[in-house]
Protein backbone atom coordinates (compact mmCIF):
# COMPACT_ATOMS: atom_id res chain seq x y z
CA UNK A 1 0.00 0.00 0.00
CA UNK A 2 2.94 2.27 0.55
CA UNK A 3 2.82 5.34 2.79
CA UNK A 4 -0.42 6.41 3.54
CA UNK A 5 -2.17 8.84 5.11
CA UNK A 6 -4.47 8.59 8.25
CA UNK A 7 -7.88 10.03 7.89
CA UNK A 8 -9.07 11.32 11.43
CA UNK A 9 -12.62 12.18 11.66
CA UNK A 10 -13.63 13.80 15.17
CA UNK A 11 -16.97 11.92 16.14
CA UNK A 12 -16.94 13.55 19.08
CA UNK A 13 -14.20 15.19 21.67
CA UNK A 14 -15.92 16.60 24.56
CA UNK A 15 -15.78 15.29 27.96
CA UNK A 16 -19.62 15.22 28.33
CA UNK A 17 -22.51 15.76 26.37
CA UNK A 18 -24.98 18.83 25.83
CA UNK A 19 -26.01 19.81 22.42
CA UNK A 20 -23.43 20.55 20.36
CA UNK A 21 -21.17 18.88 22.32
CA UNK A 22 -20.67 14.90 21.39
CA UNK A 23 -18.25 12.39 23.86
CA UNK A 24 -14.78 11.74 23.24
CA UNK A 25 -14.64 9.15 19.95
CA UNK A 26 -12.06 9.49 16.90
CA UNK A 27 -12.64 7.89 13.87
CA UNK A 28 -9.32 5.98 11.85
CA UNK A 29 -9.71 6.02 8.43
CA UNK A 30 -13.21 5.59 9.24
CA UNK A 31 -12.08 1.11 10.36
CA UNK A 32 -10.92 1.92 13.49
CA UNK A 33 -12.44 4.26 16.66
CA UNK A 34 -10.80 5.71 19.42
CA UNK A 35 -12.95 5.49 22.34
CA UNK A 36 -16.51 4.58 21.81
CA UNK A 37 -18.22 8.07 23.67
CA UNK A 38 -20.22 9.36 20.11
CA UNK A 39 -19.91 6.31 18.45
CA UNK A 40 -23.59 6.19 17.25
CA UNK A 41 -24.40 9.71 16.72
CA UNK A 42 -22.03 10.86 14.01
CA UNK A 43 -22.20 8.53 11.65
CA UNK A 44 -25.21 6.68 9.09
CA UNK A 45 -25.58 3.25 9.61
CA UNK A 46 -23.58 2.23 6.19
CA UNK A 47 -20.72 4.18 7.94
CA UNK A 48 -20.81 2.61 11.43
CA UNK A 49 -20.49 -0.80 10.20
CA UNK A 50 -17.04 -0.27 8.82
CA UNK A 51 -16.15 -0.28 12.02
CA UNK A 52 -14.08 -3.26 13.11
CA UNK A 53 -12.29 -2.30 16.24
CA UNK A 54 -13.01 -0.05 18.72
CA UNK A 55 -9.74 0.94 20.93
CA UNK A 56 -11.04 2.52 24.82
CA UNK A 57 -8.47 4.51 26.63
CA UNK A 58 -10.46 3.64 30.13
CA UNK A 59 -14.13 2.58 30.98
CA UNK A 60 -15.32 5.92 32.49
CA UNK A 61 -19.32 6.44 30.81
CA UNK A 62 -18.33 9.22 28.86
CA UNK A 63 -15.87 7.26 26.56
CA UNK A 64 -18.04 3.69 26.55
CA UNK A 65 -21.29 4.71 26.52
CA UNK A 66 -21.92 4.43 22.37
CA UNK A 67 -20.85 0.67 23.07
CA UNK A 68 -23.80 -0.41 24.52
CA UNK A 69 -25.90 1.39 21.84
CA UNK A 70 -23.75 -0.06 19.00
CA UNK A 71 -24.13 -3.20 20.08
CA UNK A 72 -28.03 -3.26 19.88
CA UNK A 73 -27.83 -1.30 16.50
CA UNK A 74 -25.76 -3.52 14.73
CA UNK A 75 -27.29 -7.12 15.94
CA UNK A 76 -28.25 -8.83 13.00
CA UNK A 77 -26.12 -6.21 10.75
CA UNK A 78 -23.01 -8.00 10.86
CA UNK A 79 -21.41 -11.13 10.12
CA UNK A 80 -17.65 -10.95 12.17
CA UNK A 81 -18.29 -9.02 15.46
CA UNK A 82 -16.82 -5.63 16.56
CA UNK A 83 -14.14 -6.03 18.90
CA UNK A 84 -13.61 -3.79 21.45
CA UNK A 85 -10.46 -3.46 22.83
CA UNK A 86 -9.24 -2.47 26.71
CA UNK A 87 -7.11 -2.56 29.43
CA UNK A 88 -7.73 -5.95 31.69
CA UNK A 89 -9.97 -3.34 33.84
CA UNK A 90 -11.58 -2.02 31.76
CA UNK A 91 -12.88 -5.06 29.46
CA UNK A 92 -13.36 -6.15 33.12
CA UNK A 93 -15.68 -3.58 33.97
CA UNK A 94 -17.84 -3.32 30.72
CA UNK A 95 -18.67 -6.90 31.45
CA UNK A 96 -19.14 -6.91 34.88
CA UNK A 97 -21.07 -3.32 34.80
CA UNK A 98 -22.67 -2.67 31.68
CA UNK A 99 -22.78 -6.38 29.52
CA UNK A 100 -24.45 -8.03 32.79
CA UNK A 101 -27.76 -9.15 31.54
CA UNK A 102 -29.14 -6.03 33.83
CA UNK A 103 -27.86 -2.85 33.05
CA UNK A 104 -27.56 -4.46 29.40
CA UNK A 105 -28.42 -8.02 27.53
CA UNK A 106 -24.45 -10.03 27.20
CA UNK A 107 -23.85 -8.94 23.60
CA UNK A 108 -21.02 -10.89 23.87
CA UNK A 109 -23.19 -13.99 23.49
CA UNK A 110 -25.87 -12.52 21.06
CA UNK A 111 -27.35 -13.25 18.69
CA UNK A 112 -25.44 -16.27 19.61
CA UNK A 113 -22.25 -16.96 21.27
CA UNK A 114 -20.81 -18.48 18.38
CA UNK A 115 -21.09 -15.33 15.95
CA UNK A 116 -22.30 -13.07 18.74
CA UNK A 117 -22.00 -8.90 17.32
CA UNK A 118 -19.15 -8.06 20.27
CA UNK A 119 -16.10 -9.36 21.16
CA UNK A 120 -14.14 -7.47 24.42
CA UNK A 121 -10.21 -8.04 24.34
CA UNK A 122 -8.13 -6.79 27.09
CA UNK A 123 -4.96 -5.40 25.67
CA UNK A 124 -1.93 -5.53 27.73
CA UNK A 125 -1.15 -2.17 29.12
CA UNK A 126 2.54 -0.70 28.41
CA UNK A 127 2.78 -3.04 24.96
CA UNK A 128 1.52 -2.54 21.95
CA UNK A 129 -0.66 -4.93 19.86
CA UNK A 130 -1.33 -4.53 15.99
CA UNK A 131 -4.88 -4.98 14.53
CA UNK A 132 -5.87 -4.14 10.68
CA UNK A 133 -2.44 -2.68 9.13
CA UNK A 134 -2.38 -0.62 12.75
CA UNK A 135 -0.09 -0.62 15.85
CA UNK A 136 -1.30 0.13 18.89
CA UNK A 137 1.13 1.34 22.21
CA UNK A 138 -0.66 2.02 25.31
CA UNK A 139 0.80 3.76 28.50
CA UNK A 140 -0.97 3.79 31.86
CA UNK A 141 -2.03 7.71 32.69
CA UNK A 142 -2.97 9.30 35.79
CA UNK A 143 -6.41 8.87 36.80
CA UNK A 144 -8.31 7.07 39.51
CA UNK A 145 -9.37 4.59 36.78
CA UNK A 146 -6.66 2.41 34.89
CA UNK A 147 -7.05 4.02 32.02
CA UNK A 148 -4.41 4.38 29.14
CA UNK A 149 -2.65 7.23 26.67
CA UNK A 150 -2.27 5.90 22.79
CA UNK A 151 -0.05 5.63 20.36
CA UNK A 152 -1.72 4.72 16.76
CA UNK A 153 0.96 4.24 13.94
CA UNK A 154 0.68 2.87 10.44
CA UNK A 155 3.07 2.53 7.99
CA UNK A 156 2.91 6.29 6.77
CA UNK A 157 1.58 8.42 10.27
CA UNK A 158 0.78 8.31 13.78
CA UNK A 159 -0.89 10.03 16.37
CA UNK A 160 -0.95 9.91 19.86
CA UNK A 161 -3.78 10.63 22.41
CA UNK A 162 -3.52 10.74 25.83
CA UNK A 163 -6.92 9.70 27.12
CA UNK A 164 -8.49 11.50 30.65
CA UNK A 165 -5.36 12.17 32.88
CA UNK A 166 -3.72 14.44 35.15
CA UNK A 167 0.09 15.16 34.84
CA UNK A 168 1.83 12.31 33.70
CA UNK A 169 5.22 10.65 32.64
CA UNK A 170 4.70 7.11 30.69
CA UNK A 171 2.48 8.79 27.96
CA UNK A 172 5.16 11.64 26.84
CA UNK A 173 7.97 8.99 26.72
CA UNK A 174 5.82 7.48 24.23
CA UNK A 175 5.19 10.48 22.35
CA UNK A 176 8.79 11.57 22.24
CA UNK A 177 10.08 7.94 21.53
CA UNK A 178 7.41 8.06 18.57
CA UNK A 179 9.22 7.48 15.15
CA UNK A 180 6.98 10.26 13.70
CA UNK A 181 3.68 11.91 14.71
CA UNK A 182 1.22 13.70 13.06
CA UNK A 183 -0.93 14.68 15.51
CA UNK A 184 -0.95 14.88 19.51
CA UNK A 185 -4.48 14.95 20.98
CA UNK A 186 -4.54 15.89 24.60
CA UNK A 187 -7.04 16.61 27.29
CA UNK A 188 -8.16 20.04 29.05
CA UNK A 189 -11.18 19.17 31.37
CA UNK A 190 -11.96 21.97 33.80
CA UNK A 191 -10.98 25.84 33.97
CA UNK A 192 -8.04 26.86 36.27
CA UNK A 193 -10.18 28.10 39.26
CA UNK A 194 -11.00 24.47 39.41
CA UNK A 195 -7.36 22.94 39.78
CA UNK A 196 -8.43 21.15 42.97
CA UNK A 197 -11.20 19.23 40.98
CA UNK A 198 -9.18 18.69 38.38
CA UNK A 199 -6.09 17.29 40.56
CA UNK A 200 -8.67 15.04 42.42
CA UNK A 201 -9.94 13.61 39.18
CA UNK A 202 -7.10 13.38 36.91
CA UNK A 203 -7.53 16.33 34.75
CA UNK A 204 -5.83 18.79 33.21
CA UNK A 205 -6.74 22.70 33.39
CA UNK A 206 -4.80 25.14 30.90
CA UNK A 207 -2.02 25.94 32.80
CA UNK A 208 -1.47 22.17 34.05
CA UNK A 209 -1.85 21.68 30.09
CA UNK A 210 1.31 24.55 30.00
CA UNK A 211 3.22 22.85 32.75
CA UNK A 212 3.51 19.39 30.63
CA UNK A 213 4.18 20.98 27.13
CA UNK A 214 6.78 23.23 28.37
CA UNK A 215 8.31 20.70 30.33
CA UNK A 216 7.64 17.25 28.66
CA UNK A 217 6.89 17.18 25.40
CA UNK A 218 10.56 17.08 23.64
CA UNK A 219 9.50 17.45 19.91
CA UNK A 220 8.63 20.15 17.77
CA UNK A 221 6.06 20.88 14.88
CA UNK A 222 3.54 18.84 15.63
CA UNK A 223 -0.15 19.90 15.67
CA UNK A 224 -1.32 19.64 19.62
CA UNK A 225 -5.52 19.22 19.54
CA UNK A 226 -7.09 20.15 22.85
CA UNK A 227 -10.04 17.92 23.37
CA UNK A 228 -12.41 16.33 26.06
CA UNK A 229 -13.48 20.06 27.15
CA UNK A 230 -16.11 20.11 29.97
CA UNK A 231 -19.07 21.16 28.22
CA UNK A 232 -20.59 23.40 31.54
CA UNK A 233 -17.03 25.20 31.33
CA UNK A 234 -16.41 25.47 27.57
CA UNK A 235 -16.50 29.27 26.79
CA UNK A 236 -14.20 29.72 29.78
CA UNK A 237 -11.24 27.22 28.54
CA UNK A 238 -11.75 28.10 25.64
CA UNK A 239 -10.82 31.84 26.86
CA UNK A 240 -8.35 30.23 28.81
CA UNK A 241 -6.26 27.73 26.23
CA UNK A 242 -6.68 30.81 23.82
CA UNK A 243 -4.70 33.37 26.24
CA UNK A 244 -1.88 30.30 26.76
CA UNK A 245 -0.72 31.70 23.23
CA UNK A 246 0.87 28.11 22.73
CA UNK A 247 2.29 27.54 19.17
CA UNK A 248 1.17 24.70 17.54
CA UNK A 249 -1.68 24.57 19.66
CA UNK A 250 -5.82 24.47 18.93
CA UNK A 251 -9.07 23.44 19.92
CA UNK A 252 -10.91 20.09 18.43
CA UNK A 253 -14.38 20.52 17.46
CA UNK A 254 -16.92 17.88 16.81
CA UNK A 255 -16.79 16.68 12.76
CA UNK A 256 -13.06 18.13 12.15
CA UNK A 257 -11.42 16.41 9.90
CA UNK A 258 -7.91 16.04 9.84
CA UNK A 259 -5.14 14.36 7.38
CA UNK A 260 -1.45 13.75 8.75
ZN1 LIG B 1 -13.75 11.42 30.20
ZN1 LIG C 1 -12.29 9.46 32.74
Known sequence: ??????????????????????????????????????????????????????????????????????????????????????????????????F????????????????PVLRLEPFEVGRSFQLDGYSITTRLVNHPVEAVGLLVEKDGSALAMSGDTGPTEPFWELVNGARKLGALFLETSFPDALSELAEASGHLTPRLLRAEIEAKLRRSGVPIQIYHLKPAYSAKLHEEIA??????????????????
Open 100 to 115: NDRLWPDFTKLPSARR
Open 1 to 98: MGESLIDLRVLGCHGGRLPGHRTTCLSVDGKLALDGGALCEALPLEELLRIDHVVLTHAHFDHVQGIPLLADLLIGQREEPVIIHGSPACIETLRRDV
Open 243 to 260: ALRLPGVRVLEDDDRLRF
